[in-house]
């Protein structure tokens, strides 16, 4: 029985497949069709019902990942945890279909990694990978049950050699010819064993670092290279993005803090170092916490669009509505506070996200804005009370500030990218800190 009698379409923009109809056949015309605009993912953990099949066709298209476009953003469709969601969906005898044309080295790692962590007795056997070669792309196939020979060579159609040249089996490998891929190596030996040879990040992806795009080392950078690389370089292993970041980061240190410094060597009036140290720290851990949790809630509220609204305005109004109240606290209440709230949110937190994450859009923003909120308040404070010491050198607290600021995005996505959101909130905790103690040492401003 090969028919539906229904199917859920969940799609992150509808009028693309409008303009396809045809080709389509209409398939969003069809009564048995349901078509929900949401991220994936957000809809899975929602829906109460299970589902037969899951199919996922590339949710980044070839234009999309040329430009580079995912390589600095967060994808919790691709993460580990993320597997976990779509096998808990389905049903005993359900299937999942994922596609994509560079990722799979590291899907394959990360499902295995979900399956085992599910108690899973022999993830290998609930999974094939195919190389759907002329159109540049690869199909990997999720099985709640063990899947069988017979339906590993049927699932994408019947595999006669004539069909090798459209679609191949990659694992189990159907022939020698694709023993000793990568991918296989990954999967019969572990993608630790292959970490340190594989040409590209391998690594499985989780929820606190959910970068799957950045696939390139350090190893394999190569300054001769740099002439001839592209923006998809990553995806091939070579470290372009972090390299890009560590270029601005250069440029801003280079050529935008000189000009803080140089009231020091001119006869000018200027900030002594323990306040501009101060307007330094604050700047950029407040950038940071920004970036991390416009990135880290669209786990919660699915589209980074609806994310990045909801992050902004919460914490442009409350931090405003913060700095108007600044003068009734004081400097040790409010970075208690602040710091406090961080670690909550990077330990506690993420906890709550995976426990509200079934409800609808609007609450989940709405929660987004209540964890949120009390943050905000707090960091529109320091500054304040920070100018409130300088008097008329506040000039000099806003530039230092917004230098910082710049320093702050880019150190604090290096930080999300190598060791995750975790620890990007714990160290923007611990500058916050230390602009505490400097505000301490009264005597030095």
Not at 290 to 315: D, F, H, N, P, R
Request: proline share 5%; with cysteine.
């Amino acid at each position: 029985d090969t028919t539906a009698d229904s199917t859920t379409a969940v799609a992150g923009t509808v009028p693309r497949v409008i303009t396809i109809a045809e080709y389509s056949g209409h398939i969003y015309n069809d009564p048995r069709v349901k078509v929900i605009t949401e991220d994936g993912r957000a809809y899975v953990r929602r829906h109460k019902s299970k589902f037969d099949v899951i199919y996922s066709l590339s949710s980044n298209t070839w234009a999309a990942l040329s430009s580079g476009a995912f390589a600095l953003a967060e994808n919790y469709l691709f993460t580990t945890e993320a597997f976990k969601d779509y096998w808990q969906s389905l049903t005993p005898n359900g299937f999942m279909v994922m596609e994509h044309q560079m990722y799979t080295p590291r899907l394959v790692s990360e499902i295995i990694s979900a399956l085992e962590q599910l108690g899973v007795a022999d993830p290998r056997s609930h999974f094939a990978v195919y190389d759907l070669s002329r159109l540049r792309r690869k199909v990997t196939l999720i099985s709640k049950r063990p899947l069988t020979d017979d339906l590993r060579y049927r699932a994408l159609g019947e595999l006669t050699p004539e069909k090798f040249a459209d679609i191949h089996l990659q694992y189990p490998p159907a022939n020698d010819s694709v023993g000793n891929s990568l991918l296989v190596k990954i999967i019969d030996r572990g993608w630790q064993a292959m970490a340190d040879s594989a040409p590209v990040n391998i690594s499985p992806v989780v929820d606190d670092r959910p970068f799957v795009a950045q696939m390139g080392l350090w190893r394999n950078f190569n300054v001769e290279k740099m002439q001839k690389v592209g923006s998809i370089a990553d995806m091939y292993g070579y470290p372009v993005s972090k390299l890009i970041m560590l270029i601005i980061l250069a440029t801003v240190i280079i050529l935008i803090l000189p000009l803080n410094l140089l009231p020091y060597f001119r006869s000018e009036q200027h900030l002594r170092p323990v306040p501009w140290l101060y307007f330094f720290s604050i700047g950029i851990a407040f950038m940071g916490v920004e970036i991390v949790l416009m990135q880290k809630y669209s786990l919660l509220i699915g589209a980074s669009l609806y994310s990045v609204a909801t992050i902004l305005l919460t914490l442009l109004v409350s931090s405003g509505i913060g700095s108007r109240f600044s003068e009734k606290f004081s400097f040790t209440s409010v970075f208690i506070c602040i710091i406090g709230w961080l670690l909550l949110d990077a330990f506690v937190f993420r906890h709550l996200i995976y426990a509200v994450g079934g409800v609808a859009l609007p609450l989940r923003m709405a929660i987004t804005a209540l964890l949120v909120c009390p943050l905000g308040f707090f960091m529109g404070m320091p500054f304040p009370l920070g100018t409130a010491r300088v008097g008329e050198l506040i000039d000099w607290g806003f530039a230092v500030n917004g230098a910082a600021s710049v320093l702050g995005s880019i150190v604090i996505l290096l930080v999300a990218l190598t060791w995750g959101f975790t620890a990007a909130l714990t160290l923007a905790a611990a500058v916050y800190a230390t602009a505490f103690v400097l505000s301490k040492i009264t005597s030095a401003w």
